[in-house]
Nanobody
C-alpha cells in the first residue's frame, strides 16, 4: 500500500518560515522524482517545486529564492523549506510522485496559512 504523508503545515506570520515533510512508503522512493503542489481556495492546483531522483530542482517563479526542496532517500522523505512566507502562499500543500512511466500518487495535503 502506497502512502505519502505530509506534515509541518500550520499558521505562521508573514515573513516567517515553515518546513513541510512528505514521508513515502510502499514505493521505491529513490527512483521517483517528487513534487510539491499547492491549491488555494477557488484556484487551480499548481506545481511549486520539484526534485529529480538525482537531486536536480526546479521552482515556480513565485517561490524562487524563498522555497527550497530537498530529499533524504534514506528516510524516503521529501522536504519543502519555506522562508519569507507571504499571505499569498496560503494554500493546502500536497506532495506527489512524478513519473512519466509509472502510476503517480498524491498525499492528503497539509494546510499552510500565512496571516498576522
Amino acid at each position: 500500500q502506497v502512502q505519502l504523508v505530509e506534515s509541518g503545515g500550520g499558521l505562521v506570520q508573514p515573513g516567517g518560515s515553515l518546513r513541510l515533510s512528505c514521508a513515502a512508503s510502499g514505493i521505491n522512493f529513490t527512483i521517483y522524482s517528487m513534487g510539491w503542489y499547492r491549491q488555494a481556495p477557488e484556484k487551480q492546483r499548481e506545481l511549486v517545486a520539484a526534485i529529480t531522483s538525482g537531486g536536480s530542482t526546479n521552482y515556480a517563479d513565485s517561490v524562487k529564492g524563498r522555497f527550497t526542496i530537498s530529499r533524504d532517500n534514506a528516510k524516503s522523505t521529501v522536504y519543502l523549506q519555506m522562508n519569507s512566507l507571504k499571505p499569498e502562499d496560503t494554500a493546502v500543500y500536497y506532495c506527489k510522485t512524478e513519473s512519466r512511466t509509472r502510476r503517480n500518487y498524491w498525499g492528503q495535503g497539509t494546510q499552510v496559512t500565512v496571516s498576522s
